[in-house]
Every structure is written in C-alpha cells, then in structure tokens.
C-alpha cells in the first residue's frame, strides 16, 4: 500500500498537487427545477508519499449518522494527512439526502446497482462515475453505513470472511464486532472487492438518528486506522478502544412470534445467555403479554427500536459463532 513518489491526482476532470487542500464536484445530473446539485468531494494531500485512504457515506439518503462521522472527520481536521492523500465523500446520495428517502427518485436504491451504467437510470449513472472516476485512486475505502428503518446497529465492521488481509486493518480500527458477512450482489462493495479495492463496511446507528457512541466509534476507529497507515498527524490523539473486537463468524435473527407493541430490555452489544428475557410485546387493551427470550446464547449487534411490530418481523440480530 505505501508508495514512493507522490505524483499528481487527476480526479473528476480536476488535477490536486501534493500538500494541495481541493474541494472537487461530483456532478451527475440537475434537479427537476434545472437546479445544479454539486456534490463536494473534500481532497487533502500531503507532500509526503503514502496510500489513499477514501471515507464515504450517504450511499443511503436516510442513513445520517455515516454522514456525521465523515463531517466530523474533515471539520476537526482528522483528514489532513501526514502522509499520503485523504479523500471525503460525505454524501454520495444527494438526492436522497436532499429528500429524506434511502433510494433515488428513480426508486432505486443505490447499493444495488453497481457498477452501474453511463447511460442508464440515474442511480447507475452515480454508481458508474463513482466506480470509474474516484474509485481507481483509492488504496482502502471506508463506507459508512446504518441500519435500515428502525433497526439499530452496534457499532460494527463486515467484510467477507475469505478477506483475511482486512482483519488487521479492522483491529485496528477497534469497533466492538466484527460482523463476517457475503457480499450482496451489486453493491459497492462487492464491486470494489471484484475490483480488488480493499473495503471496510461500518455499521452503526438507525436511519434518521445521530447517536453520540456510534459517531465517536465512526471518528476514533478513522482516526486509529490512520495512525496505523502512518497518515494521523501528531497532534491528534487516538484512543484505544475499551476492548478487543470481536470477530463473529455466524449471527441470526430473532423474529417477532406475535403482533403487538414492543419494547426491547436488553442494552445493545450486550452478552445473552439462552432463554434470557429480551423484551415483550403487548396488546393495546393490557390483555397480552409476551415475553421475548433468547434462543441461544451471544452478543446483540442489532435490536428493533420500532414500537410496533407484526409477526414475523425481526427484533433482534444476535451472535451465534464467535470466531476463537
């Protein structure tokens, strides 16, 4: 990953020096009313030769907090390298953003697209100019993710079980798990995995929501990595995390057994031992009340915080293997 020579970045019709602060446009089409969306991509690049490290987020216009973390990188400065080129992309989505949606006004949803098309909806046509135009430049990607609707996330990493060369980038990011999981197909980063882009998938946090512990684990797991890439500069401190993540080979779903109103007891990264209660759910007339238990053992790295749910619906992602 290191490189000698520090040569200068084209990138989206632009040229950035080295030791060159630039903020570029990736423009992809107008709004309905003719107006221009400029998408600002924030370079920093150090005269001193190292990788490109590149932080997206907002590939899902609801998913906020991703959006937050990388915010926080670039306003506190986390992002001027010591060595090499740091590039932020905080909202890949704009028009989601722009609308408070997770897909596209085509109604598509961007990580399912990839590697996209110069020519067709204008989801794929994002995916394509990503893919083609910032992508190649880029030595490791960090995406940042939450969970959809009202499923919370503990903070987490995922990749692919087969990529064992990211399990020493991921301790050193230091999130509370390390979630193996497939790559779903057409998704950014099963297409930067064919493209043999190393990728980090963080997961954290709910759409619509910013949670104080999932940013600080978003910017001190950035900040970590950095430092462990020889790219954090002195003056920023990076803190060690509380403990060492744990690796989870195999997770399941606990899915509502009735309809009701529910209301999880069970903290968030917390450990389970079967048959512990997880929560209940209720009628509205104080008739019902059912006790959600665990089926098995392990951590809780996803709980439903909807206070309503149908039968069938999931309530909690718990750990069932933990690699040792």
Known sequence: MPKTKVEILHILGEQVLPGESKEVNFDVANLHTSTPVNVPVIIERSKKPGPTVLFTAGIHGDEV?????????????????K??????????????????KR?????RDLNRVFPGSPSGSLAARVAYKLIHEVIPHADLIIDFHTGGSDRFNAPQLRYTKDHTDLNALAKAFGPP?????KN????FRTTCSKLGKPLLLFEGGKSFHIDDIVTNSGVNGSKRILKHLGMLKTV????????????????????AKYSGMFKAVAPIGSHVEKDDILGNITDPYG??????????????????????????????????????
Request: one cysteine or more; a positive charge.
């Open 287 to 324: 008739k019902f009340n059912y006790f959600v238990r665990a089926r098995h053992a392990g951590y809780i790295i996803n709980i439903n915080e909807s206070p309503i749910v149908y039968q069938g619906d999931a309530l909690f992602h718990i750990s069932v293997e933990i690699k040792t």
């Open 65 to 81: 907090n991703g959006v937050e973390i990388v915010r926080q990188l670039i306003a506190k400065g986390i992002n001027r390298p």
């Open 83 to 100: 060595t090499g080129t740091i590039i932020c992309m905080p909202v890949i989505n704009v028009f989601g953003f722009i609308n408070l």
């Open 236 to 255: 920023f401190k990076s803190t060690k995390p509380k403990r060492e993540c744990i690796f989870i080979n195999e997770s399941k779903w606990l899915r």
């Open 103 to 107: 897909e596209f006004p085509d109604g």
């Open 177 to 181: 798990f390390v979630l193996y999981s």
């Open 184 to 187: 779903l197909s057409k998704s």
